[in-house]
């Protein structure tokens, strides 16, 4: 069933790779910006999965899923890391990240993440 | 040092730790076998040693650790006593653990089907329990330590229990191999499982998960009230998963776990990170080579306050003298980080004095005092095996049997008091027994009788040099083989030992008293306290733990008795030894000598040297990996400032 996707990434040219990793899937592809962004994205279409970028400015993406899981308890975000970010990832598990992924993306592993979670 | 490496680095020192504490607790059953807490203290750390051994692969430590860990949990579950035939299996098998873990990729070549045999033997005392004794026990049992009890495959499962506190699974998942953030992981995985049951353990432990201290698997013990598949799909819904295995777990719940978790969540319910110190482990060899680089730092800044001094660079000394404390400071740090408490060889006594008074029937008290006594790393590894030899021979030698001491109007049992404490730059190690203490006749006789002297030789000795024949070779060797003194070492090994290590060993003994054995241990081998000495052209350091005194005498003072040189000082014989003969150097030949007192075996001998430089600190360079190797009299070479070297003087087998 073709669920909501959020992607929340300051870079363009990130979200469009997870676009097109994702596009195939039917699941329908929303963006945002930054974490502020995301945030307001997220109340405004409840969307079954997010992934969110860790580094951002303004809001970050520890901020951004703090003030989602405060929207929404049973939210569903998978962070996206760079490897050396154990820490901080930990950390978004800990508040409530179901999943993460790891830049450079893999489009198996970005697959399984969106298969696994929604 | 690579992945696997550091595996078996962590699985050596941490299975050391918990044979260690199996042992005490098992040490402390002996006395009090129902203690509940010793034996689930003895039960966790067979289980901890099983999911390491199967984490590494070594099958055969998992399975006697597993027989183990069966037994212990039917004790717990007061299924059997655990009287002195199990305690003695259990030792055993701690023996054959021992070595297994000692060079565990060869643990398999080692039978351990009898100990197996043994331990799940039916024949140990059980206590017979009715129906109802069985709902009170585990109802008991619950009550105090809040057991959750094992159900699985192995243990009868109560359909009453199993619906109230659910079952215990252990969950292995493999991780996949292109898997990055192996820790992040973990913790989702961790996550996950924890909505649907109670986290007891992980293998490794969950600090070792969140440092990536792990290579693709991890163990999850859980207890739930889900079933199997529900937990693999829990495990599995998390991506980068290559295998989950999920597997009934007979282990039970500790309350050590409960006790961490309940400290992780504070009153308020927030977490709060438990207190603990932080440390790294860092190999002994990297420790060797720091101090080895910071000796050589020292080394080259006193040639640069020599070229100072020399130039007369007033500005360049006072940068020096700044260096110069911090080089200080810099070498006292890593002197310390080698420091170790000796109780970590002092541990292995108890049950080592146990074992040997129990095979003797001999009762036996050791008491340790000054565990807490730091040494440096390598001086403990050395003194290891020469504390055994001297406890053993008091055992042997000095303690009689229990009938014999109470003829003589003595404790029945006898005592074994092993002391440390430090002396200034040195630690003192004394063990003292009450037993019936060395007779210097009999002492006598044997050396005679042995063929190390004459009659007419042994008569002239005084009391205290007869007691002191014992550090001769060829003495105390062989004259009982004990189960644990089959390796032929002797007293004099033991000498030998200590004196190439700067130390000195001292005996003392009275007969139907008692006897005590005294070492003297330089603190540290990589640096030590020497005086400095010119013989010819070249210098030499004696270690000071060495030193008596050191005296000028007159040529026509020395006397010659039996061809030998010596000297009356105040009316004691003093044997001379002159090292320009010794070393075959020509000497400066003057009227008046030079003598440095060495104390050696307990007897006193002047070395006469050309000059007395003064003290000095030296770093040891070994003479292993040189020309100079397994030349005697020498415990090694230290640079000096001017860059010369100089080689330092083993008293113990120079003469």
């Known amino acids: ?118 | 040092m690579d992945d696997m490496d550091e595996y078996k680095e962590m699985f050596a020192v941490e299975s050391a730790e918990h044979l260690q504490s199996m042992n005490d607790a098992l040490l402390s059953l002996e006395k009090d076998p129902a203690n509940s807490e010793t034996i689930n203290v003895m039960f966790r750390a067979a289980h901890t040693l099983k999911g390491m051994s199967a984490t590494m692969g070594y099958t055969n430590i998992k399975e006697l650790t597993h027989n183990m860990e069966n037994l212990m949990d039917r004790v717990r579950k007061n299924e059997i006593n655990l009287d002195s035939s199990a305690i003695d299996v259990l030792f055993e098998c701690l023996d054959t653990l021992e070595k297994m873990v000692e060079t565990p990729e060869k643990s398999s070549e080692i039978d351990i089907a009898s100990l197996i045999g043994k331990l799940s033997t039916n024949d140990y005392v059980s206590v017979p329990l009715k129906d109802e004794q069985i709902v009170q026990t585990n109802a008991a049992h619950e009550a105090i330590s809040n057991d959750i009890p094992a159900a699985g495959i192995n243990a009868p499962v109560n359909s009453g229990e199993k619906s109230e506190t659910g079952n215990i699974y252990e969950i292995t998942v493999t991780l996949h191999e292109s898997c990055m953030l192996k820790s992040a992981r973990s913790t989702v995985v961790m996550r996950n499982l924890s909505e649907i049951g109670e986290i007891i353990e992980t293998v490794p432990p969950i600090k070792d998960l969140e440092d990536e201290k792990f290579d693709r698997e991890f163990k999850v013990i859980i207890s739930t009230i889900e079933d199997a598949k529900k937990l693999e799909d829990a495990a599995k819904k998390v991506s980068e998963i290559s295998k989950v295995e999920v597997k009934s777990h007979t282990g039970s719940k500790s309350r050590e776990k409960i006790e961490e978790k309940t400290c992780v969540t504070d009153g308020n319910g927030s977490k709060t990170s438990i207190k603990s110190v932080q440390s790294v482990r860092v190999s002994i060899e990297r420790l060797d080579s720091l101090m080895n680089l910071v000796g050589e730092l020292i080394i080259n800044k006193i040639r640069l306050m020599q070229l100072a001094s020399v130039h007369k660079l007033d500005d360049l000394e006072e940068t020096l003298a700044s260096l110069n404390r911090l080089t200080n400071d810099l070498q006292e740090e890593i002197m310390a980080s080698r420091m170790v408490p000796i109780e970590q060889i002092f541990n292995r006594f108890p049950r080592m004095v146990r074992d040997l008074a129990k095979n003797q029937e001999k009762e036996i008290d050791l008491i340790l005092e000054g565990g807490d006594i730091e040494l440096d790393r390598t001086v403990l590894d050395e003194i290891g095996d020469p504390l055994v030899h001297i406890l053993r021979n008091c055992i042997d030698h000095g303690i009689e049997s229990p009938e014999v001491r109470k003829q003589n109007g003595k404790n029945e049992k006898g005592t074994i008091r092993l002391t440390a404490r430090r002396e200034k730059n040195h630690v003192v190690i004394e063990a003292v027994d009450d037993g019936k203490g060395m007779d210097p006749q009999k002492m006598r006789e044997t050396a005679v009788k042995k063929g190390l002297m004459t009659q007419e030789e042994a008569a002239k000795l005084s009391d205290t040099e007869a007691i002191n024949l014992s550090f001769m070779a060829g003495f105390s060797t062989a004259e009982k083989v004990t189960e644990i003194s089959g390796r032929g070492v002797g007293m004099d090994v033991v000498r030998t030992k200590i004196g190439g290590m700067g130390g000195s060993i001292k005996l003392e003994s009275v007969p139907g008293k008692g006897t005590m054995m005294r070492l003297k241990l330089p603190l540290t081998v990589a640096i030590i306290h020497s005086l400095m000495v010119k013989v010819g052209s070249d210098i030499y350091a004696i270690p000071i733990t060495n030193v008596i005194r050191d005296l000028s005498i007159k040529k026509e003072e020395i006397k010659t008795i039996k061809g030998e040189e010596v000297v009356l000082i105040r009316g004691d014989v003093l044997p001379l030894v002159r090292l320009h003969k010794l070393f075959d150097i020509k000497g400066n030949g003057s009227e008046e000598l030079l003598v440095v007192v060495v104390e050696r075996a307990g007897s006193n001998v002047g070395l006469v040297v050309d000059q007395v430089i003064g003290q000095q600190e030296v770093i040891i360079k070994n003479l292993d990996n040189n020309i100079l190797k397994g030349v005697k009299g020498f415990a090694g070479a230290t640079i000096l400032g001017d860059g010369n070297v100089a080689l330092i003087l083993d008293v113990g087998t120079l003469l």
């Open chain 1, 1 to 118: 069933m073709a669920g909501k996707i959020l992607l929340v990434d300051d870079a363009a040219f990130m979200r469009m790779m997870l676009k097109k990793i994702i596009a195939p899937t039917g699941h329908e592809l929303l963006e945002a910006v930054d974490g502020s962004d995301g945030v307001a994205k997220y109340k405004e279409n409840k969307p079954n999965l997010v992934f969110c970028d860790i580094v951002m400015p303004n809001v970050d993406g520890i901020e951004c899923l703090k003030q989602i899981m405060a929207l929404d308890s049973n939210a569903k975000v998978v962070m996206c890391s760079s490897i050396g970010q154990q820490t901080v990832v930990n950390d978004a598990i800990k508040i409530g990240a179901r999943d993460f992924i790891v830049k450079p993306f893999d489009a198996a592993k970005v697959l399984e993440a969106v298969s696994k979670n929604m």
